[in-house]
């Protein structure tokens, strides 16, 4: 049996060992130095970026630039401008290039067998990062390294608990969505409204949209939620980037951001703290972009024949931060 996130449940995991062990058999392992290098032969990784969406995105990239140095990795690495064809091409052609191990953060949940059904075939493991994907057969991924979004849209709900300690009567909420079809986007909606329904009856969503993870779309699907629901109470953003968009519309609005509209955002960006300083955001839940060296340790293990070794997710670890922890900690931020 197979999760939503194309997990294995237990009963499958003995026949998902084999599959993975017939796989490391088409890449035998092979003498790896320290430096990522097996023999004369340097590891090469393909690597398939969302995009340039957003202040995490470009720290996740940075992150995996600077691993595969530091690990000796050879990186070919390719930026999908957030369309999924551009993705499948770039896994098509490190196939053709004959890469050792292919990563990618997928655009979207759904639409990958396909592709890593070549991938497989040609004996090249695969490693997700960031974002799950569904599959009807979960041998065509190694491994996840990236977080767990369901939670981080709970940690949101209770970020917001925080955020309106002492309020009593009912919270209208406008919702700011990630890209359509996007794990996180789908994921984050789905642990805030969990909490939601469990303990907060009052309060309500009264409008949702995606603004595709950009400040633009924030800004301006922020400016169209004002323009239908001048009582707005609090913002729930799936995302720093545009969040700070929404504060532009909240402001051009004449209202004043973490005040008249409380917002809880998610991602713990440079940016975003800026913004968490100065009263602007009033919680931000950490999701973590720095997979660069979770990554490449992968990599190794995949390369060296132990791919059956890794656990089939390798989640990161993150925290929750309030406007008054905001000042303290920015100096110390990393992204």
Not at 36 to 52: A, E, M, N, P, Y
Not at 166 to 186: D, F, R, S
Not at 264 to 272: I, K, R, T
Request: with cysteine; net charge positive.
């Amino acid at each position: 049996m197979i999760d939503r996130r194309g997990f294995l449940t237990a009963g499958a995991a003995v026949s998902a060992a084999g599959i993975l062990a017939a796989c490391a058999k088409k890449n035998p392992a092979k003498s790896t130095g320290s430096d990522g290098s097996s023999g004369s032969k340097q590891i090469t990784l393909g690597f398939s970026q969302v995009g340039s969406e957003s202040g995490w995105r470009a720290a996740n990239t940075q992150s995996v630039k600077d691993a595969a140095k530091a690990a000796g990795i050879n990186l070919k690495f390719s930026d999908a401008q957030q369309k999924q064809e551009n993705q499948i091409s770039a896994i098509r052609s490190y196939i053709a290039q004959k890469v050792d191990v292919i990563s990618f953060s997928p655009v979207v949940v759904t639409g990958w067998d396909t592709v890593l059904k070549e991938a497989k075939a040609a004996g090249i493991p695969v490693i997700l990062t960031d974002r799950s994907v569904e599959t009807s057969d979960p041998s065509l991924y190694v491994t996840l390294v990236g977080s767990d979004f369901e939670i981080e849209g709970e940690r949101a709900a209770h970020m917001l608990e925080k955020v309106l300690a002492g309020n009593k009567g009912p919270v209208k909420i406008a919702q700011l969505e990630g890209t359509t079809g996007a794990a996180p986007a789908i994921e984050r909606a789905k642990g805030f409204a969990k909490i939601m329904k469990a303990s907060h009856p009052e309060w309500k969503i009264i409008a949702s949209q995606t603004g595709d993870f950009t400040r633009a779309g924030g800004k301006q699907v922020m400016a169209a939620f004002l323009q239908a629901h001048s009582d707005i109470d609090v913002l729930f953003s799936h995302n720093d980037d545009m969040a700070i968009g929404a504060i532009q519309s909240i402001q051009a609005a004449g209202k004043t951001p973490g005040k008249d509209i409380k917002i809880v955002s998610v991602d713990g960006v440079h940016d975003g703290f800026v913004a968490m300083s100065k009263g602007q955001i009033n919680g931000i839940v950490e999701c973590n972009p720095l997979l660069g060296p979770q990554l490449m340790d992968a990599v190794k293990t995949v390369h060296a024949g132990k791919g059956s070794t890794l656990p089939r997710w390798i989640k990161t670890k993150e925290s929750d931060y309030t406007a008054d922890q905001a000042a303290a900690a920015l100096p110390s931020r990393k992204y």
